[in-house]
């Protein structure tokens, strides 16, 4: 009897305390999901100040082989990155995204079709971004980019 009732009252205190920890999961799986979605937008509009917002100040990107900081990034490729979106459709074919504390985890792929700089384009890319939570919010801090 006497474990009958401890199994019963540990029931109905894990209940509500897990259904807290499953909103707040899904409230910050929908704030890190925000971000992703408006960096991506941001880079299709061409709109780099938008962008670098989402961008942690001690994000590593690896793209094309190499690894840049914000600052590389934001010299180097961004401009290139934006251009290219902004000239292909991208559409989204699988993602997955994870929230586990403070980091979360996106991973996505794309194809990639249309003209740039006058050459045809039809790729198959991933993406993998890891999100940190910060004061300010959730901040991209890795980006891998990758196509064939």
């Known amino acids: 009897m006497r474990t009958a009732l401890f199994a019963v009252t540990l029931i109905a205190l894990a209940g509500p305390t ?9 409230a ?6 925000a971000v992703v979605e408006a960096f991506s937008e941001a880079l299709a509009a ?10 942690h100040p001690d994000l ?4 094309g082989g190499h690894a840049e900081t914000l600052d590389e990034y934001r010299a180097h490729h961004l401009g290139a990155d934006m ?3 902004a000239a292909v459709e ?3 074919t699988a993602e997955h995204l994870e929230v586990h504390g403070r980091t979360a985890l ?11 700089r006058d050459r045809e384009i039809d790729l198959h890319g991933t993406e993998t971004l ?3 939570r910060t004061t300010g919010g959730w901040k991209i801090r890795h980006i891998h980019w990758s196509s064939r």
Do not use: I
């Open 18 to 26: 897990s259904v807290r920890a499953q909103t707040a999961g899904a």
């Open 28 to 33: 910050a799986e929908a704030e890190a999901r």
């Open 46 to 55: 061409g709109d780099s100040a938008r962008a670098v917002s989402y961008l």
């Open 60 to 63: 590593v990107v690896y793209e």
């Open 83 to 85: 251009a290219f979106l």
């Open 90 to 92: 991208q559409t989204t």
């Open 106 to 116: 996106y991973l996505s792929e794309d194809t990639m079709n249309g003209t740039y």
């Open 130 to 132: 890891v999100l940190v």
